[in-house]
């Protein structure tokens, strides 16, 4: 089949490679954002800056701050966020040569508070923004403390009532962007970081209960890897009553943020080693919180007259930056100058290699357990213990080598790979003579002096795996692109060592179309080789076992070995649907907040999953598109609609890019909840533009902006009953404001739906085009959702439905796992096929939406998105491949089941009939669902082999409407 990208992402282009050469510095930018600066601003899916934010910037990083502190109750992912950092990206020289943001922004917010809680909080009433010079610029902030769940009053604290902050307690933070240490002698050095004062003054006459001061670091869970919850170390809870100890909290002063999404940044956090440097995690739904801060020396709190100041570098770099890289830049930048009795005042470096096959999800942990190293305990400095090893690099996964600068003193390695045994390195072994001129083995200690290397040797983590070659065929002998999932049989979770691209997030892996080398740990597992819902799966159990042998010395030699060591899947459709495209309307690349995988991989997932269109609906900027693509043509296709060279059959002959973007509404005083997520489809190249409109405002007026620029264009709501705290969900936001319970209808004719552009124009905030009514595995908000689109239908208002995968980890939320099939003509799938139809059917709404069963349906030969006359007769077929449960199908008319089918399971044909229907005079709509009964559904009910091709997901499908005039 013919397989089309539609692509919306821009920063592509300047895909990171790590690098050491520095640009030239532009000047250093500190600004509040206006309608005239606009341009300023980073862009991206996660990017929440408006019209009256600050922005600091150079050619390097770039923060944005939110300025909206005119109201207490304002909410940006959380109460009183005024002047919490809401964008933190790199930046690069754009195409042109002109200094553009990379779009990186990795975070939801970074805040401050006090005592390591979430509820208590630091809120800022005014911002002052400084530019000083070219080389300086900085934010100033005042604020107060605020107590949101009454800790602080319970411990004594005046509060006021009216607005719960503390009395007698002024906060100022200061943000700088200026030239660093380095670079007095270098016009050139990057500055990538910036630096962050707060100062805590308690000017009343009784201590305050207050103990640290901290960043509070909001990001969407399982986006970072935390670099700070080291064992024994970090992460402990206060026990109830030792709110003042310190013990058990103690870290070196830098904590790092590494991303493990593919187009969001690093970062990390320096501290002068003056307090304690430590942290707390909270986690939420969907989010991960991370407190990062310094203990108060006191033990009764913040006495009168004094302050707690806390000094940090916010450090930023791209998400290719190495580990290593990044971990170097934190040992000599986290602080401005080196204590004498700081233990990074003298160091070494420290180096190993093994084999990183040897080890699939293998950690390691380096300590120091030289007594000569001391560490702050909020008090004091003290030295490390035997029983309590320090941990200068802690839990980072393994691979192939590692070198890293250290304080100089004795270390041990402890490393442990997938099911094996935990193993700990002090010493390493070396040749050498005695006195009587015999050779001996010597067991050395890892010892790091200053300014040298100490190497570690290569070490022996084990060889606990075996290889697998794998390869998908179909009948023909044609080699395939597929999806490989290998589950254990207790049901957990596996680790994957194999060839790129792989999926993060467990195992699942995307090989090449090629024999793939795969490596299994020891255990017992079911393997599954897919392409899609219309394929069968081939299903494979295989063991890796232990096998010891005798070699001819006599000596005890294990390997490892596996029950199959080759794997030919035949890749044949189960199911034969002539007529259509499937597309996914949701798909998260490394541009947004949930992707983890770059839009070129997700691209080979697509075709691994048989999708022929794919919507990158996850960027709000198309500028740069057009330059990337025409650039990679040879490999991505060409751009016109229809290519005149039909002779020659290449790859840019049966690839079609076109080009779409998405844009939220963030929250305002006017709206708290947002104004929803929506996004543009079937931009044609000669609408192109380098600045699409924004939701900036209100949505008529949006929608006024997007037709005026792009006529032909498409504009989809993106997951409109999503969780109201995402700020995304345009319906649930509505419901919110009307004061509406989350469960009820939206009624109609409501006073949002109604309301009209401000331009003057008839448009209303109901004149967008399509509705996603499938998110990922969001079955809530399917259902809810489904009850809105009902709600309109019976109005006389027909916005077709799409769905999307909304993937973001492809193990859980793999591409394509929710899909739409688009009617076309079938045959359609040669080369240079014109992308009009399947637009027009699109807009038209001839299509279903499905993660698995395939409904045909038709009404006096009319089907899903036209209008039929006098029949009353549905023509149903309702098909699944033997590996996906189809329980039932749920006839609606008129948003009333009319009737429920029991389906054959037993059959790949679970129904084919005409079903008569009793249909009254007048006009009436019909539509059918099919597959597991959401109502009644509880998360996590396996469904077989479905629920491993596809975790987290229940078998489900729906028609947009049949519409039936009746005489």
Same mark, same amino acid.
């Given at each position: 089949?013919?397989?089309?990208?539609?692509?919306?992402?821009?920063?592509?282009?300047?895909?990171?490679?790590?690098?050491?050469?520095?640009?030239?510095?532009?000047?250093?930018?500190?600004?509040?954002?206006?309608?005239?600066?606009?341009? =300023?601003?980073?862009?991206?899916?996660?990017?929440?800056?408006?019209?009256?934010?600050?922005?600091?910037?150079? !050619?390097?990083?770039?923060?944005?701050?939110?300025?909206?502190?005119?109201?207490? !109750?304002?909410?940006?992912?959380?109460?009183?966020?005024?002047?919490?950092?809401?964008?933190?990206?790199?930046?690069?020289?754009?195409?042109?040569?002109?200094?553009?943001?990379?779009?990186?922004?990795?975070?939801?917010?970074?805040?401050?508070?006090?005592?390591?809680?979430?509820?208590?909080?630091?809120?800022?009433?005014?911002?002052?923004?400084?530019?000083?010079?070219?080389?300086?610029?900085?934010?100033?902030?005042? /604020?107060?403390?605020?107590?949101?769940?009454?800790?602080?009053?319970?411990?004594?604290?005046?509060?006021?009532?009216?607005?719960?902050?503390?009395?007698?307690?002024?906060?100022?933070?200061?943000?700088?962007?200026?030239?660093?240490?380095?670079?007095?002698?270098?016009?050139?050095?990057?500055?990538?970081?910036?630096?962050?004062?707060?100062?805590?003054?308690?000017?009343?006459?009784?201590?305050?209960?207050?103990?640290?001061?901290?960043?509070? *670091?909001?990001?969407?869970?399982?986006?970072?890897?935390?670099?700070?919850?080291?064992?024994?170390?970090?992460?402990?809870?206060?026990?109830?009553?030792?709110?003042?100890?310190?013990?058990?909290?103690?870290?070196?002063?830098?904590?790092?943020?590494?991303?493990?999404?593919?187009?969001?940044?690093?970062?990390?956090?320096?501290?002068?080693?003056?307090?304690?440097?430590?942290?707390?995690?909270?986690?939420?739904?969907?989010?991960?919180?991370?407190?990062?801060?310094?203990?108060?020396?006191?033990?009764?709190?913040?006495?009168?007259?004094?302050?707690?100041?806390?000094?940090?570098?916010?450090?930023?770099?791209?998400?290719?930056?190495?580990?290593?890289?990044?971990?170097?830049?934190?040992?000599?930048?986290?602080?401005?100058?080196?204590?004498?009795?700081?233990?990074?005042?003298?160091?070494?470096?420290?180096?190993?290699?093994?084999?990183? !096959?040897?080890?699939?999800?293998?950690?390691?942990?380096?300590?120091?357990?030289?007594?000569?190293?001391?560490?702050?305990?909020?008090?004091?400095?003290?030295?490390?213990?035997?029983?309590?090893?320090?941990? *200068?690099?802690?839990?980072?996964?393994?691979?192939?080598?590692?070198?890293?600068? %250290?304080?100089?003193?004795?270390?041990?390695?402890?490393?442990?790979?997938?099911?094996?045994?935990?193993?700990?390195?002090?010493?390493?072994?070396?040749? +050498?003579?005695?006195?009587?001129?015999?050779?001996?083995?010597?067991?050395?200690?890892?010892?790091?002096?200053?300014?040298?290397?100490?190497?570690?040797?290569?070490?022996?983590?084990?060889?606990?795996?075996?290889?697998?070659?794998?390869?998908?065929?179909?009948?023909? /002998?044609?080699?395939?692109?597929?999806?490989?999932?290998?589950?254990?049989?207790?049901?957990?979770?596996?680790?994957?060592?194999?060839?790129?691209?792989?999926?993060?997030?467990?195992?699942?892996?995307?090989?090449?179309?090629?024999?793939?080398?795969?490596?299994?740990?020891?255990?017992?597992?079911?393997?599954?080789?897919?392409?899609?819902?219309?394929?069968?799966?081939?299903?494979?159990?295989?063991? *890796?076992?232990?096998?010891?042998?005798?070699?001819?010395?006599?000596?005890?030699?294990?390997?490892?070995?596996?029950?199959?060591?080759?794997?030919?899947?035949?890749?044949?459709?189960?199911? +034969?649907?002539?007529?259509?495209? &499937?597309?996914?309307?949701?798909?998260?690349?490394?541009?947004?907040?949930?992707?983890?995988?770059?839009?070129?991989?997700?691209?080979?997932?697509?075709?691994?999953?048989?999708? +022929?269109?794919?919507?990158?609906?996850?960027?709000?900027?198309?500028?740069?598109?057009? $330059?990337?693509?025409?650039?990679?043509?040879?490999?991505?296709?060409?751009?016109?609609?229809?290519?005149?060279?039909?002779?020659?059959?290449?790859?840019?002959?049966?690839?079609?890019?076109?080009?779409?973007?998405?844009?939220?509404?963030?929250?305002?005083?006017?709206?708290?909840?947002?104004? /929803?997520?929506?996004?543009?489809?079937?931009?044609?190249?000669?609408?192109?533009?380098?600045?699409?409109?924004?939701?900036?405002?209100?949505?008529?007026?949006?929608?006024?902006?997007?037709?005026? =620029?792009?006529?032909?264009?498409?504009?989809?709501?993106?997951?409109?009953?999503?969780?109201?705290? &995402?700020?995304?969900?345009?319906?649930?936001?509505?419901?919110?404001?009307?004061?509406?319970?989350?469960?009820?209808?939206?009624?109609?004719?409501?006073?949002?739906?109604?309301?009209? &552009?401000?331009?003057?124009?008839?448009?209303?905030?109901?004149?967008?085009?399509?509705?996603?009514?499938?998110?990922?595995?969001?079955?809530?908000?399917?259902?809810?959702?489904?009850?809105?689109?009902?709600?309109?239908?019976?109005?006389?208002?027909?916005?077709?439905?799409?769905?999307?995968?909304?993937?973001?980890?492809?193990?859980?939320?793999?591409?394509?796992?929710?899909?739409?099939?688009?009617? %076309? =003509?079938?045959?359609?799938?040669?080369?240079?096929?014109?992308?009009?139809?399947?637009?027009?059917?699109?807009?038209?709404?001839?299509?279903?939406?499905?993660?698995?069963?395939?409904?045909?349906?038709?009404?006096?030969?009319? $089907?899903?998105?036209?209008?039929?006359?006098?029949? &009353?007769?549905?023509?149903?077929?309702?098909?699944?491949?033997?590996?996906?449960?189809?329980?039932?199908?749920?006839?609606?008319?008129?948003?009333?089941?009319?009737?429920?089918?029991?389906?054959?399971?037993?059959?790949?044909?679970?129904?084919?009939? $005409?079903?008569?229907?009793?249909?009254?005079?007048?006009?009436?709509?019909?539509?059918?669902?099919?597959?597991?009964?959401?109502?009644?559904?509880?998360?996590? =009910?396996?469904?077989?082999?479905?629920?491993? %091709?596809?975790?987290?997901?229940?078998?489900?499908?729906?028609? !947009?409407?049949?519409?039936?005039?009746?005489?």
């Amino acid at each position: 089949m013919k397989k089309f990208i539609i692509l919306t992402f821009i920063s592509i282009f300047y895909f990171g490679c790590y690098r050491e050469t520095a640009l030239p510095l532009s000047p250093i930018v500190g600004t509040q954002i206006t309608t005239d600066n606009i341009e =300023t601003m980073p862009s991206g899916v996660e990017a929440t800056g408006i019209v009256g934010d600050y922005t600091l910037f150079n !050619n390097y990083v770039q923060l944005v701050v939110q300025g909206n502190t005119w109201s207490p !109750n304002y909410c940006l992912y959380e109460p009183l966020s005024g002047g919490a950092i809401v964008d933190l990206a790199t930046r690069t020289t754009g195409y042109s040569q002109e200094q553009i943001s990379k779009n990186d922004d990795g975070i939801h917010l970074i805040r401050q508070g006090v005592n390591l809680s979430s509820q208590t909080v630091i809120g800022y009433h005014s911002i002052h923004v400084t530019q000083k010079d070219r080389d300086m610029a900085y934010l100033t902030m005042e /604020g107060k403390v605020f107590d949101l769940d009454g800790s602080l009053s319970q411990s004594g604290a005046v509060v006021s009532p009216a607005d719960h902050s503390l009395q007698g307690v002024h906060v100022q933070t200061e943000i700088s962007l200026t030239p660093s240490r380095d670079i007095e002698n270098n016009d050139n050095a990057a500055v990538n970081f910036f630096k962050i004062t707060t100062v805590i003054s308690n000017t009343s006459q009784l201590t305050v209960p207050i103990y640290t001061v901290h960043d509070s *670091v909001l990001l969407q869970k399982n986006t970072y890897d935390s670099f700070i919850p080291y064992p024994d170390w970090g992460f402990e809870k206060p026990r109830e009553g030792e709110r003042t100890s310190v013990t058990g909290d103690a870290y070196p002063p830098y904590v790092l943020f590494q991303s493990r999404q593919e187009n969001s940044a690093n970062m990390f956090f320096t501290s002068q080693l003056d307090g304690l440097f430590s942290a707390n995690r909270e986690s939420e739904m969907d989010s991960d919180r991370i407190m990062v801060g310094k203990f108060y020396t006191s033990q009764a709190g913040l006495a009168p007259g004094e302050q707690l100041t806390y000094i940090r570098e916010l450090h930023t770099y791209v998400s290719s930056t190495p580990p290593q890289a990044l971990y170097a830049r934190m040992v000599n930048y986290y602080q401005e100058s080196l204590k004498e009795d700081s233990i990074y005042k003298q160091t070494g470096t420290l180096g190993f290699v093994y084999n990183a !096959n040897a080890s699939p999800g293998g950690e390691f942990i380096a300590e120091h357990i030289s007594p000569e190293i001391r560490w702050f305990d909020g008090k004091s400095f003290q030295p490390v213990s035997p029983e309590k090893p320090f941990p *200068v690099w802690g839990s980072r996964k393994l691979s192939s080598s590692f070198t890293f600068e %250290v304080p100089i003193g004795q270390y041990q390695l402890q490393a442990q790979a997938f099911q094996s045994n935990p193993v700990t390195f002090s010493y390493r072994e070396r040749t +050498d003579i005695n006195e009587d001129g015999e050779e001996i083995v010597v067991e050395e200690p890892f010892y790091v002096k200053e300014d040298k290397f100490f190497n570690m040797g290569a070490l022996d983590i084990g060889e606990h795996h075996a290889s697998i070659a794998v390869s998908g065929e179909d009948d023909s /002998g044609s080699r395939r692109l597929y999806r490989f999932t290998a589950q254990p049989t207790d049901g957990g979770n596996l680790p994957i060592v194999g060839p790129s691209p792989s999926g993060a997030g467990g195992n699942t892996l995307y090989p090449s179309e090629f024999v793939t080398q795969l490596f299994l740990p020891q255990g017992t597992f079911d393997i599954y080789i897919s392409h899609g819902p219309l394929f069968y799966v081939n299903t494979v159990p295989t063991t *890796v076992s232990e096998i010891s042998e005798i070699n001819e010395y006599g000596e005890t030699q294990t390997s490892f070995s596996s029950s199959e060591s080759t794997i030919k899947a035949n890749l044949r459709p189960a199911i +034969d649907l002539q007529g259509y495209f &499937s597309a996914d309307f949701g798909i998260a690349t490394a541009y947004h907040e949930r992707g983890l995988n770059n839009p070129v991989n997700v691209t080979a997932f697509a075709e691994a999953e048989d999708l +022929d269109v794919v919507f990158f609906v996850d960027t709000n900027k198309i500028s740069q598109t057009k $330059t990337f693509l025409a650039g990679k043509s040879s490999i991505l296709g060409s751009f016109v609609k229809k290519d005149d060279d039909d002779d020659n059959i290449k790859l840019d002959d049966i690839i079609t890019p076109a080009f779409a973007y998405c844009t939220r509404g963030v929250p305002t005083e006017t709206y708290p909840y947002g104004k /929803g997520s929506f996004a543009v489809l079937g931009i044609l190249e000669d609408d192109i533009s380098s600045n699409p409109p924004q939701l900036w405002g209100d949505p008529a007026d949006f929608y006024d902006q997007v037709k005026s =620029t792009f006529p032909d264009s498409l504009i989809m709501v993106q997951n409109p009953r999503g969780p109201l705290e &995402s700020q995304r969900a345009f319906f649930s936001a509505i419901a919110a404001m009307l004061g509406l319970n989350a469960n009820e209808t939206l009624p109609v004719d409501n006073a949002y739906f109604s309301r009209l &552009s401000g331009s003057g124009s008839s448009t209303t905030w109901l004149d967008f085009d399509l509705i996603q009514i499938l998110d990922g595995n969001d079955y809530q908000g399917y259902l809810q959702t489904r009850a809105d689109w009902f709600n309109l239908l019976n109005a006389g208002i027909y916005k077709p439905i799409t769905g999307g995968s909304s993937v973001g980890s492809t193990a859980n939320l793999c591409v394509g796992a929710v899909r739409t099939f688009v009617a %076309v =003509t079938p045959g359609s799938e040669h080369k240079d096929y014109d992308m009009t139809e399947f637009w027009n059917s699109t807009r038209q709404g001839n299509m279903f939406v499905t993660n698995g069963p395939i409904i045909e349906a038709s009404i006096g030969g009319a $089907t899903y998105g036209e209008t039929t006359q006098g029949s &009353s007769s549905l023509e149903l077929k309702i098909q699944a491949a033997a590996w996906t449960p189809v329980q039932s199908a749920r006839i609606y008319v008129d948003g009333v089941l009319a009737q429920k089918l029991q389906l054959d399971a037993s059959q790949q044909v679970r129904f084919e009939g $005409t079903i008569p229907l009793e249909l009254s005079a007048g006009s009436h709509w019909v539509v059918v669902e099919a597959g597991t009964e959401l109502e009644t559904y509880i998360p996590g =009910t396996p469904a077989g082999t479905f629920s491993t %091709v596809y975790r987290n997901h229940t078998p489900i499908a729906i028609t !947009n409407p049949i519409f039936v005039n009746v005489n």
